[in-house]
Structure formats: structure tokens, C-alpha cells
Nanobody
């Protein structure tokens, strides 16, 4: 199984970035994005449930970020708008081979990508 995430970078506050993640090698039922800032725990950002087609976003990013994807090709995207300095973190893509209604929990994921850095300057 491989997860490849890309699209991070440096952007000014108020700007936008789109992260992409491609998963291969298994049948996945959910994919998500998490992030980890220096000195902080990994936190949930957004997830998509391929079974139901539903999406879920953390309160801190709701209205600014949007997860979408293509379950045929196991691609997931995170459109990030109106970025803030507090969004600075390493963003991780994750994929789950189990059916779950709790894709906001890291424990529901079997596989993780390598992470991509997002830095938002003020």
C-alpha cells in the first residue's frame, strides 16, 4: 500500500492551497486529512466516507477547507481557502480499509502518507 501526498508550500495569510493524496494497493473505505503543528498533537482536519459519500470537517476549518475525492482512483483533495497562520502544520493523508463511522479518529486508519508541510505567513 502506498499513499502519496503533495501540494504543500508557503502561502500568505488569506491565500489558498490544494493538497492531493493518491492511495494505491488496497480497497479503501475512507480517507482523511490530519495535521500536526510543532509541539502539538496530531489533529483531525477532514474526512470522506466512500461508502456513504459523506464528508466531515473539523470545526476549526469548516467553511474554509473542503475535502473531495475520486473513489475510483483513490484520490482525495483538500482545498484550503482563507488560510491562517494557525493552519501551519505538517498535513498527513490517511486511508482506511475498514468501514467506520468515525473517520475523525486517527485509530480508524491503517495507512498514512509521509506528510506535506503547509506554512502560512502573517
Amino acid at each position: 500500500v502506498q499513499l502519496q501526498a503533495y501540494g504543500g508550500g508557503l502561502v500568505q495569510a488569506g491565500g489558498s492551497l490544494t493538497l492531493s493524496c493518491e492511495a494505491s494497493g488496497a480497497t479503501f473505505y475512507g480517507m482523511g486529512w490530519f495535521r500536526q503543528a510543532p509541539g502539538k498533537d496530531r489533529e483531525f482536519v477532514a474526512a470522506i466516507n466512500w461508502n456513504s459519500g459523506s464528508t466531515l470537517h473539523a470545526y476549526s476549518v469548516k467553511g474554509r477547507f473542503a475535502i473531495s475525492g475520486d473513489n475510483v482512483n483513490n484520490m482525495v483533495y483538500l482545498q484550503m481557502n482563507n488560510l491562517k497562520p494557525e493552519d501551519t502544520a505538517v498535513y498527513y493523508c490517511a486511508a482506511a480499509t475498514n468501514v467506520s463511522g468515525r473517520y475523525y479518529m486517527p485509530s480508524q486508519y491503517n495507512y498514512w502518507g509521509q506528510g506535506t508541510q503547509v506554512t502560512v505567513s502573517s
